[in-house]
């Protein structure tokens, strides 16, 4: 596969529930991010990790757990979420945290909090 | 804070008119600005890009031109094609305090007709 990958595509959940969004991305990539996008709001990053390492963190609920094990792979951990979490959730990467890259997007996972 | 600001949508057209997607921006310092595109069930890719003043960004028959002045980077193309029917984002990032900042407007839809 080439691009940014991202599993599920949907999801469904109760708020006791647990559950993770796996991201992967084949670009040789140093940077990767996690975007949440809601209806008629702007996209809102979330996480980004620069060589594995986590460099921004903006505000995010702790209900929301990020995991960068190696440069080509993200997972979002998910538990005890609430209805306004229900959202797209789209992965990014780039080639460096920076400025001028271009960040590569996901086709994101669809998720439902009930 | 920083933010960018789009028209809102949808904007509806006919193929082959002239379209326009205003976007206008708040940030301290030299942003670089973005756009990008999200066609249905897909993620957003990068449309074009200006890192500098009055850099023109182009691609597809698409153009944005880095305004400082007016603090603006509207979208242009001459003739728009059904093809063109999709989500389009303006983003600047720019480096602050050791770090970057990604700001995302809300996305304009635009719907073209045959």
């Known amino acids: 596969e080439t691009g940014v990958t991202q599993t599920p595509r949907h999801l469904v959940m109760g708020m006791t529930n647990k559950k993770s969004l796996k991201c992967e991305q084949h670009?040789?990539?140093?940077?990767m991010y996690w975007y949440k996008q809601s209806a008629k709001k702007p996209l809102e990053l979330m996480f980004v990790?620069?060589?594995?390492?986590?460099?921004e963190n903006n505000s995010v609920p702790s209900r929301f757990s990020p995991e960068c094990p190696n440069s080509s792979h993200l997972f979002l951990h998910l538990h005890t979420l609430q209805p306004e979490d229900s959202a797209l959730y789209l992965c990014?990467?780039?080639?460096?945290?920076?400025?001028?890259?271009?960040?590569?997007f996901g086709p994101g996972t669809r998720l439902t909090v009930l | 804070g920083d933010s960018v600001t789009q028209m809102e949508g949808p904007v509806t057209l006919s193929e082959e008119a002239f379209l326009t997607i205003n976007c206008t921006y708040t940030?301290?310092?030299?942003?670089?600005l973005f756009w990008y595109v999200q066609y249905p069930g897909e993620g957003l890719q990068l449309l074009l890009k200006?890192?500098?003043?009055?850099d023109k960004g182009s691609n597809k028959g698409f153009e944005a031109t880095y305004r400082k002045e007016t603090t603006s980077f509207h979208l242009e193309k001459g003739s728009v094609q059904v093809s063109d029917s999709a989500v389009y984002f303006c983003?600047?990032?720019?480096?602050?305090?050791?770090?970057?900042?990604?700001?995302f407007g809300t996305g304009t839809r635009l719907k073209v007709l045959a």
């Open positions: 990014a990467s780039s080639q460096d945290f920076g400025t001028a890259s271009t960040q590569y």
């Open positions: 670009l040789g990539h140093n940077a």
């Open positions: 990790y620069s060589l594995e390492e986590r460099v």
């Open positions: 940030a301290t310092g030299y942003p670089s």
């Open positions: 200006a890192t500098k003043a009055d």
């Open positions: 983003a600047l990032t720019r480096a602050t305090s050791g770090t970057y900042k990604y700001i």
